[in-house]
């Protein structure tokens, strides 16, 4: 009922920059709190930053500073602009919808995207 399209991901050289973005589409009320999460291999997926209706932001020790994560609740859209990426960085990063309201059944859902590659050459 619910589709996290992200879009933006790719290869870059270290110190530069990339935007990723998040579309959710569905039969949407309101989400709660959109964010990202990155998968390195071998290794679990973290929390890279989460935003809130509100916008109330969070983020990862490793990123601040360098990450910045928006929202366009209007087209219900959560973005990440990441600059002065480094190697570590490369992951895969998924996007995350959570205490999602629907038009058409009660409670509250959580959503994931299908993962977008960052690779971030030395």
């Known amino acids: 009922q619910v589709q996290l399209v992200e879009s933006g991901g790719g290869l870059v050289q270290a110190g530069g920059s990339l935007r990723l973005s998040c579309a959710a589409s569905g039969n949407i009320y309101s989400i709660r709190t959109m964010g990202w999460y990155r998968q390195a291999p071998g290794k679990q997926r973290e929390l890279v930053a989460v935003i809130t209706s509100g916008g109330r932001s969070n983020y990862a020790d490793s990123v601040k500073g360098r990450f910045t994560i928006s929202r366009d609740d209007a087209k219900n859209t959560v973005y990440l602009q990441m600059n002065s990426l480094k190697p570590e960085d490369t992951a895969v990063y998924f996007c995350?919808?959570?205490?999602?309201?629907?038009?058409?059944?009660?409670?509250?859902?959580?959503?994931w995207g299908q993962g977008s590659q960052v690779t971030v050459s030395a």
């Open positions: 995350n919808a959570q205490g999602v309201v629907l038009t058409t059944l009660l409670g509250r859902y959580e959503f």
